[in-house]
């Protein structure tokens, strides 16, 4: 692995050992949500869009070092792809944001495949066992506003301030408060350093798998998680912190 990301840098990007570290994160979240094919080309099928979640110097960073670094990247995912042996049904996206959280600035990369692009072609996505290989309906988010928000995106924020994805009303919520990060097709929640604090069953987190029925408060927001397709993971996955 480490050979075949310095052969790409030297062409395409500075060598670096901080950007080496975000291309071997890019080839892991590509390995991960990588699906198995049901036609002659045996080769898996990487995911075309990926976000990268850096601390928000490092995007600065990035944009001096190439005003193209975006289209680097994409050109950089198209040939980690290629030389790591897997196929792609579309041109790869990348969306490189900068983190909101204040207590952990550690770079994270996201990936999933197209819609349209598993659309296009027959390919079966790896399921686990005893696992339903059918398109599930996304799950919702439930506010107590009696608003219903889809949730379909790898990372949804939640916050006061204008450019989060689901913006609440409510002066005791952070302006950026809790991210939800889509993982192996389920929810993570993630308090970003919140002022106040986020709790999910009455209990405060930092982070939590949701499960369907998980009521999450925040300020004097409530919201519940409804995914009437899922089945009941159990607990243990929560970080659950002591009150101040």
């Given at each position: 692995?480490?050979?075949?990301?310095?052969?790409?840098?030297?062409r395409l990007l500075q060598p670096t050992t901080g950007m080496r570290d975000l291309a071997i994160l890019l080839l892991r979240a590509m390995a991960?949500?990588?699906?198995?094919?049901?036609?002659?080309?045996?080769?898996?099928?990487?995911?075309d869009r990926f976000i990268l979640i850096l601390d928000p110097d490092d995007v600065g960073r990035l944009q001096a070092l190439s005003p193209d670094?975006?289209?680097?990247?994409?050109?950089?995912?198209?040939?980690?792809?290629?030389?790591?042996?897997?196929?792609?049904?579309?041109?790869?996206?990348?969306?490189?944001?900068?983190?909101?959280?204040?207590?952990?600035?550690?770079?994270?990369?996201?990936?999933?495949?197209?819609?349209?692009?598993?659309?296009?072609?027959?390919?079966?996505?790896?399921?686990?066992?005893?696992?339903?290989?059918?398109?599930?309906?996304?799950?919702?988010?439930?506010?107590?506003?009696?608003?219903?928000?889809?949730?379909?995106?790898?990372?949804?924020?939640?916050?006061?301030?204008?450019?989060?994805?689901?913006?609440?009303?409510?002066?005791?919520?952070?302006?950026?408060?809790?991210?939800?990060?889509?993982?192996?097709?389920?929810?993570?929640?993630?308090?970003?350093?919140?002022?106040?604090?986020?709790?999910?069953?009455?209990?405060?987190?930092?982070?939590?798998?949701?499960?369907?029925?998980?009521?999450?408060?925040?300020?004097?927001?409530?919201?519940?998680?409804?995914?009437?397709?899922?089945?009941?993971?159990?607990?243990?996955?929560?970080?659950?912190?002591?009150?101040?």
């Amino acid at each position: 692995m480490e050979a075949l990301i310095e052969g790409l840098f030297t062409r395409l990007l500075q060598p670096t050992t901080g950007m080496r570290d975000l291309a071997i994160l890019l080839l892991r979240a590509m390995a991960d949500e990588a699906n198995a094919a049901t036609d002659e080309d045996q080769r898996p099928i990487a995911p075309d869009r990926f976000i990268l979640i850096l601390d928000p110097d490092d995007v600065g960073r990035l944009q001096a070092l190439s005003p193209d670094y975006l289209q680097r990247f994409q050109d950089l995912l198209g040939a980690l792809a290629s030389e790591a042996g897997y196929r792609l049904l579309r041109s790869p996206s990348i969306d490189i944001r900068p983190s909101e959280a204040t207590y952990d600035q550690t770079p994270r990369a996201y990936a999933e495949h197209s819609l349209s692009a598993l659309g296009d072609t027959k390919v079966a996505p790896a399921v686990a066992a005893g696992m339903s290989s059918e398109v599930r309906p996304a799950p919702i988010l439930v506010l107590d506003d009696e608003r219903e928000i889809a949730l379909e995106e790898l990372l949804i924020t939640v916050g006061r301030e204008a450019d989060n994805d689901i913006i609440v009303d409510d002066a005791y919520a952070s302006r950026y408060h809790l991210e939800l990060r889509k993982e192996f097709g389920r929810y993570t929640l993630v308090d970003v350093g919140s002022r106040g604090g986020t709790r999910v069953n009455n209990s405060i987190v930092r982070e939590h798998i949701l499960q369907a029925g998980d009521r999450i408060e925040i300020g004097h927001t409530c919201m519940t998680f409804v995914d009437r397709a899922a089945p009941a993971f159990g607990d243990g996955t929560t970080q659950v912190l002591d009150p101040d």
